[in-house]
């Protein structure tokens, strides 16, 4: 069985993780399971993918299997496309949720919600032995609403309303946007391409015998 390290503490992502990936014949874990829990990258990249090959690569030269990283962004058009990659710091380093919300609110005080499109996008890479094998992309359009709305969720899930259900991430619930979201949608390729990464593996081995 091949293992999967996600280069990641976060549990709530490695259950997604699990969930998505659970028909696959692949052992999941965590860096702190494969005890690399105060493993960190610095995340200088300019952009998404930049940030997502370093976590993976700089994590598959200490341990065996596939790594997975990712980097997840906020793009809003009437902003230039900000925050982006600075989306977890919008607002400063050591922010809260709540800070980055209100710096996006006023950034587009004057922006009428019909030009406040945008939408979350997530690279992820896959690597192994140092080496970067494949990077994927999901995402979600929307706009930016006018003032936060629902209850659930994290980040910028209060202000982004999704374009076919007319409602923000947090008032849709988890669930829902777990199956929608640009890292369910990133997921799901993922799952792809690592059913081919093992077959070629199944036929490597039959190759050998």
Do not use: W
């Amino acid at each position: 069985m091949i293992k999967l390290v996600v280069s990641s503490g976060n549990q709530h992502k490695i259950q997604e993780i699990k969930e998505i990936l659970r028909e696959l014949p692949i052992d999941i874990v965590s860096k702190n399971d494969v005890g690399f829990k105060d493993f960190e990258v610095v995340e200088d990249k300019s952009t998404l993918e930049g940030n997502a090959i370093k976590k993976a690569v700089e994590l598959s030269k200490k341990v065996e299997g596939l790594v997975v990283a990712d980097d997840t962004g906020l793009f809003v058009d009437a902003l230039n496309g900000a925050p982006g990659v600075f989306s977890s710091r919008y607002a400063g380093e050591n922010v809260t949720y709540e800070d980055n919300n209100k710096k996006l609110l006023k950034e587009l005080e004057n922006i009428p919600i019909n030009k406040r499109s945008a939408k979350f996008k997530t690279i992820i890479a896959i690597a192994k032995n140092g080496e970067i094998i494949k990077t994927i992309e999901g995402e979600c359009k929307g706009r930016i609403a006018n003032t936060k709305s629902g209850s659930s969720g994290f980040g910028y899930d209060p202000l982004f309303i999704v374009d076919e259900y007319n409602k923000t991430f947090a008032e849709l619930g988890d669930e829902i946007k777990n199956k929608i979201s640009h890292r369910a949608n990133a997921l799901i390729k993922l799952k792809g391409e690592l059913t081919v990464l093992l077959g070629e593996n199944t036929n490597e081995d039959h190759c050998s015998k």
